[in-house]
């Protein structure tokens, strides 16, 4: 499945007192794009946009998402209609594949998945070789990238379709199962094999926690949480993946490099650093106001984490969906959490404040949902693993669609130097 946007009218620009009529490309939902393919040949001119606030990397028909709208849809199905019904393996298919799977199809892929969930022989070995505190995402994407070690059939640079899918299985039905054996000898613990019986989330759970038969209380929380990660469009892990995939280098090797790019707290990492936050609020006696604060001060490096986001600039519609979520696992779980009620004070000050209504900031996805890892169990360093175990299908449609895209080319984006001009060498007998 290709993704092409088409040029609908032109746009009119002069520079340098030339004229050049730039293609205007229309996307689905009446987004407007100027094709600057042709600007540095006619022109001469780049342009300048650091962050790409305002750039566009490609034309994708995976996610759509309008930030002023609070609007995502995965290949063009509310966010809100998945998170509610969907499974996560349903919603993998989807992605990747572009249509909500038949009955069969999805039996099929299951199946497939959970004939691959094992580790090749031997590699379990690798784990012991991690310090105990080793961060997990660095585990991750090692073991990702040593997972390719054993699988040379699927590094072909120009794989046909049946290794594509083959290289798409493997590391969604083996991702789980390369996190869950982290954890468990980074406690120290024997690692749980895989099961054929459990669906993909629930096996996931059994294999870091051992229990035979996950809470299905906590099944459908993990459910929730992974089909909300599963894809954004073009964030920074996502756009990694596209670049690496670019050079043609394998998807091991794209994916190994979204799970480091996802690591910063920025980004997925913002997760662990939320609840690092409401821990330091809850040590400091709980004063949150200090906080919003201290975010608001120029002169201190602290933010808000889990708010703000470069796309929604009026509210996350995971962050809704989630928030939601909590009081619901929670109760259920019989757990009462402080830093729940932290979290909401926060968001309460947040969002009554100038500062952060005039810059647009609201919670985004990662403001509640360490909240809920926490009530399932999961460990405070683990929850940007449990963000890259949702977003793997998201990063497997992307690398998918772009080596399925007609006429894709290696990522090399331009500069503008402002380094010194050119100057002789001094030799060092001259340089005092
Ligand atoms: C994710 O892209 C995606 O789709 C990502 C994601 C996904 O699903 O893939 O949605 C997942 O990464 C969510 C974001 C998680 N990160 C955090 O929660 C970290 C805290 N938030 C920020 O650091 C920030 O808001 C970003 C990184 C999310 C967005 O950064 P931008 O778009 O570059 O915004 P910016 O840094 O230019 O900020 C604009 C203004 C600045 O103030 P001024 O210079 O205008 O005075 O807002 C301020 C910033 O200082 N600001 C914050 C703030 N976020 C922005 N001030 C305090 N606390 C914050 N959290």
């Known amino acids: ?130 310090p105990k505190t080793a961060h997990p995402m660095a585990v991750l994407s090692a073991m990702v990238t040593i997972l390719s070690t054993y699988s040379p059939a699927l590094l072909n640079p120009y794989p046909a379709r049946e290794e594509m899918d083959e290289a798409i299985l493997t590391l969604l039905a083996k991702v789980p199962t390369l996190a869950a054996y982290g954890y468990r000898r980074a406690q120290g613990l ?56 670019s050079s043609r280098a394998n998807a091991f090797s794209s994916v190994a490099a979204g799970v480091s790019a996802l690591w910063g707290p920025l980004h997925g990492g913002a997760n662990q650093a939320v609840i690092e936050m409401l821990e330091t609020i809850q040590r400091d006696g709980g004063d949150y106001k200090k906080f919003v604060a201290m975010a608001k001060d120029k002169a201190s490096t602290f933010r808000l984490m889990g708010f703000g986001h470069r796309v929604y600039k009026n509210f996350d519609p995971r962050s809704r969906i989630i928030k939601k979520a909590c009081d619901q696992v929670l109760g259920t779980l019989g757990v009462q959490d402080p830093l729940l009620d932290i979290a909401k004070h926060l968001e309460e000050a947040a969002l009554k404040d100038d500062y952060f209504i005039t810059r647009k900031l609201y919670p985004n996805v990662d403001f509640y949902s360490g909240i809920i890892l926490r009530a399932i169990g999961i460990p405070t360093n683990g929850f940007t693993v449990t963000f890259a175990l949702g977003r793997l299908p998201g990063w497997l449609a992307h690398w998918k669609e772009m080596l399925e895209s007609p006429g894709m080319r290696i990522g090399r984006p331009r500069q503008v130097y402002v380094g010194p001009a050119e100057r002789p060498y001094v030799p060092l007998s001259q340089r005092g």
């Open 1 to 130: 499945m290709t993704a092409a946007a088409t040029a609908t009218e032109t746009a009119t620009l002069s520079v340098s007192g030339r004229t050049l009529a730039l293609p205007v490309v229309t996307g689905t939902e009446r987004e407007k794009a100027l094709d600057i393919a042709r600007l540095r040949t006619a022109t001469g001119y780049i342009t300048l946009d650091p962050g790409f606030g305002n750039t566009g990397a490609c034309a994708s028909g995976i996610t759509f998402l309008d930030g002023e709208r609070g609007i995502l849809r995965y290949r063009g199905f509310p966010i809100e209609s998945l998170a509610e019904s969907a499974t996560f393996t349903e919603t993998a298919y989807l992605l990747i594949y572009g249509n909500l799977p038949s009955r069969r199809e999805l039996e099929q892929f299951s199946t497939r998945l959970a004939e691959r969930a094992a580790l090749p022989d031997g590699m379990e070995r690798f784990f012991d070789l991690f």
């Open 190 to 245: 024997p690692v749980v094999p895989p099961r054929r019986d459990l669906s993909y989330t629930a096996n996931y759970l059994q294999m870091i926690f051992g229990a035979p038969s996950p809470d299905p209380a906590i099944v459908q929380a993990l459910r929730q949480i992974l089909i909300l990660h599963a894809d954004h469009e073009q964030n920074c892990s996502t756009s990694t993946v596209r670049l690496v995939g």
